[in-house]
């Protein structure tokens, strides 16, 4: 691993640790060349896989966009970091174990709001604004009407 201060490779693995749900290994590092400490979190990757956009562009699949969206649409929003983390895991290991390296877009939009619509009603439409591409205020207003329907039921 290579030193971030003083890109040294060099370094030297003080303290492992796994995670809470065992999918991660936090890595406690030290380069000896320059005494910096610093931490990398290490995970398992099965495959490596490609996002199919809506106009066909392929495109590496990204965890931190997916982890950046989420974030942003539950921001002040009563959910823990961790729950976002172990959310984000599960649906990462849903689409590594389908078997299949490319994923539609919309597969990922869809498995996402699947979540958000049962964890945080908030969140979700506010992920869904985005999504679906909301142009106006009939839309939000569709959508919620949906969700009321479905509490209802």
Do not use: H
Request: proline content about 5%.
């Amino acid at each position: 691993m290579r030193c971030p201060f003083c890109g040294s490779q060099n370094t030297q693995v003080k303290d492992s640790r796994p995670s809470e749900d065992n999918s991660v290994i936090r890595r406690r590092r030290m380069c000896p060349d320059c005494d910096a400490r610093f931490t990398t979190f290490e995970r398992v990757q099965l495959r490596e896989l490609t996002v199919v956009k809506r106009n066909g562009r392929k495109v590496p699949f990204d965890r931190d966009k997916l982890t950046r969206s989420v974030e942003v649409a539950l921001r002040k929003r009563p959910l823990e970091d961790d729950w976002i983390d172990q959310t984000i895991s599960k649906l990462v290991r849903q689409f590594e174990t389908s078997g299949e390296p490319e994923v539609p877009s919309e597969e990922i939009g869809k498995a996402v709001m699947a979540v958000l619509r049962e964890k945080d009603t908030v969140a979700f439409v506010r992920f869904a604004s985005v999504y679906l591409d909301f142009s106006n205020a009939q839309d939000f207003a569709d959508i919620i009407g949906e969700l009321s329907t479905q509490q209802d039921a």
